[in-house]
């Protein structure tokens, strides 16, 4: 039994990323799939899809290369857990190195960067952080 289906996703992501894989596949949740929206707004990967695969659907994401196949995303990790959330209001949501990076929130208003949640004014729980 998956505790943390959002942990376990960016961990295939990180793992597919040391291999140089051209794309992953996780099992499809909605989070999931906001996740890789703000991934693919952002630039950090090409695109995504839903696959339809018995008995669970599958959330297949393209990643992304440099010209010279250097590694876009350069570190994944997961911040807020089942056992510690971490939330943040809108003045406490700040840069990942100095706005080289991001953070994914989980917002009222759907995933977002931290970048689109401190232009629109809201904060939310911190998922993870990608640079």
Aim: charged share 25%.
């Amino acid at each position: 039994m998956m505790t943390d289906p959002i942990a376990d996703m960016l961990t295939r992501i990180r793992n597919a990323l040391r291999i140089e894989r051209p794309f992953v596949e996780v099992p499809a949740s909605r989070m999931k799939q906001g996740i890789a929206e703000v991934l693919q707004r952002e630039g950090y990967i090409w695109d995504f899809e839903v696959v339809d695969q018995p008995p669970q659907n599958v959330l297949r994401l393209n990643l992304k290369y440099g010209p010279n196949g250097e590694q876009v995303i350069q570190s994944i990790q997961r911040v807020s857990k089942p056992g510690l959330r971490v939330y943040n209001r809108c003045r406490d949501v700040g840069d990942i190195l100095q706005g080289l990076g991001i953070s994914v929130l989980s917002t009222n208003q759907g995933m977002l960067s931290n970048r689109e949640a401190k232009s629109r004014g809201i904060g939310g729980e911190v998922l993870c952080e990608i640079y």
